[in-house]
């Protein structure tokens, strides 16, 4: 008898490479000039870029000038280790933000905050400024915002130029494109110290030769992710987590669908089982042919505590159970009715053991 396939249902981590990208990447590879050079074989490099930079900029709603390619959001959120005053972090921020934060002084100081929180899917609007265009923070205020953008782009509606924020970060694995590449927005005006220092690439925002096939991809893969969320392709996975969520719920009394009630991203489900361990649900899923999470996937598969769901007021226990399971347009109801069987099988088994 065939096995059934695999499905792969972390998204959130990453999603599967766009055949757009694929193709850009591989007419990319045959482009021998560097971006930098003069010559005819650097210009088309250089050209290559800067449609890239084009196509990025169109599907976060920026202008060109404002994308300064990186290796992806963690290195583009760096830029919070330049802030001259505090930076103050959003409770459910990204790890990439989090390590950031630090005291100091009203001036200079940056508000940094998730958008769309990775493990739960959970949207957070980023407070409104004041009259004097400064953000409430705290008691205090920040004079500038960053967004981490990564897990929004390409599933909710996003513009960076009427978001007000002065800064964001995105990666363009989130958007089907390579992993690798990513970018900054920095909005006319903002001046910030060099990200890498060297040759001055990037308006001299950040050096060393373009990952000129990793670029090619991303672009591509932005240019595709806008047109599916144009053409409703995100409401239909909307529809399916909606369904993963009723069929679960039916069978599982006792979890907790972390999120629910509040607006979300239309593919992440957060299942939270107090006394079944996580990582413990991973793996059986993994065994059983479906992938899925225990939350962030950038900690290097280390297994702990969740500092998202412990700010969201889930104890230790409940927080320690959690898992995560991200859909995408390429999901089927199949494999979700897939799923749900297999989970609900082996909390019945985790649960008769229990007993």
Request: aromatic share 4%.
């Given at each position: 008898m065939?096995?059934?396939?695999r499905?792969?249902?972390?998204w959130?981590?990453?999603a599967p490479l ?5 193709a ?6 045959d482009v021998?000039g560097?971006p930098?050079?003069?010559?005819a074989?650097?210009r088309?490099a250089?050209?290559?870029v800067?449609r890239?930079r084009?196509q990025v900029?169109a ?5 060109p000038?404002e ?6 959001a963690?290195?583009?959120?760096g830029?919070l280790a330049?802030a001259?005053?505090a ?10 933000l989090w ?10 100081s940056?508000?940094a905050w998730?958008?769309?929180n990775n ?12 009259s004097d265009g ?8 920040s ?5 981490d953008?990564?897990?929004a782009?390409?599933?909710i509606?996003f513009?960076?130029?009427?978001s007000?924020?002065d ?5 363009g ?5 390579p992993?690798?590449v990513?970018a900054?927005?920095l ?6 110290a060099p ?5 001055g690439q990037?308006t001299?925002r950040r050096s ?7 670029i090619a991809?991303?672009?591509?893969a ?8 144009a ?5 239909r ?5 909606i369904?993963?969520?009723?069929t679960?719920?039916?069978a599982a009394?006792?979890?907790i669908?972390v ?5 979300r991203?239309?593919?992440?489900v957060?299942?939270?089982?107090p006394?079944w361990?996580?990582e413990t649900?991973?793996?059986r899923?993994?065994l059983?042919?479906?992938?899925v ?7 290097s598969?280390k ?9 969201m007021g889930?104890d230790?226990?409940?927080?320690g ?6 859909l995408g347009?390429?999901?089927t109801?199949d494999e979700?009715?897939r ?17």
């Amino acid at each position: 008898m065939t096995a059934a396939p695999r499905v792969y249902l972390d998204w959130n981590a990453s999603a599967p490479l766009r055949p757009e990208a694929r193709a850009a990447m591989a007419a990319a590879m045959d482009v021998v000039g560097n971006p930098s050079s003069v010559h005819a074989e650097g210009r088309a490099a250089r050209a290559l870029v800067e449609r890239a930079r084009a196509q990025v900029a169109a599907a976060l709603g920026a202008r060109p000038e404002e994308v300064v390619f990186t290796s992806g959001a963690t290195e583009a959120a760096g830029v919070l280790a330049q802030a001259a005053g505090a930076v103050r972090v959003e409770p459910t921020a990204h790890d990439c933000l989090w390590v950031h934060r630090r005291d100091g002084p009203e001036a200079g100081s940056v508000l940094a905050w998730g958008l769309a929180n990775n493990e739960t899917g959970v949207i957070a609007a980023p407070p409104p400024r004041g009259s004097d265009g400064r953000i409430a923070w705290g008691g205090g205020s920040s004079a500038h915002l960053l967004l981490d953008v990564a897990q929004a782009v390409g599933r909710i509606p996003f513009s960076f130029a009427w978001s007000g924020a002065d800064m964001a970060i995105v990666s363009g694995h989130k958007l089907g494109g390579p992993k690798g590449v990513g970018a900054l927005l920095l909005r006319a005006g903002t001046e910030i110290a060099p990200l890498v220092a060297g040759g001055g690439q990037e308006t001299g925002r950040r050096s060393g030769t373009e990952n000129l096939v990793g670029i090619a991809g991303f672009g591509a893969a932005a240019e595709a992710a806008a047109r599916d969320l144009a053409e409703g392709v995100w409401e239909r996975v909307a529809e399916l987590r909606i369904f993963l969520e009723e069929t679960l719920e039916l069978a599982a009394h006792q979890t907790i669908l972390v999120g629910k009630g509040v607006e979300r991203l239309p593919n992440t489900v957060c299942l939270a089982t107090p006394g079944w361990k996580g990582e413990t649900q991973v793996m059986r899923m993994d065994l059983a042919g479906f992938a899925v999470s225990a939350g962030s996937a950038c900690s290097s598969g280390k297994v702990r505590p969740s500092r998202v769901l412990a700010a969201m007021g889930l104890d230790p226990e409940a927080a320690g159970s959690a898992i995560r399971v991200s859909l995408g347009p390429l999901t089927t109801r199949d494999e979700v009715l897939r799923f749900a069987k297999a989970w609900t099988g082996a909390l019945g088994r985790h649960r008769a053991r229990a007993a």
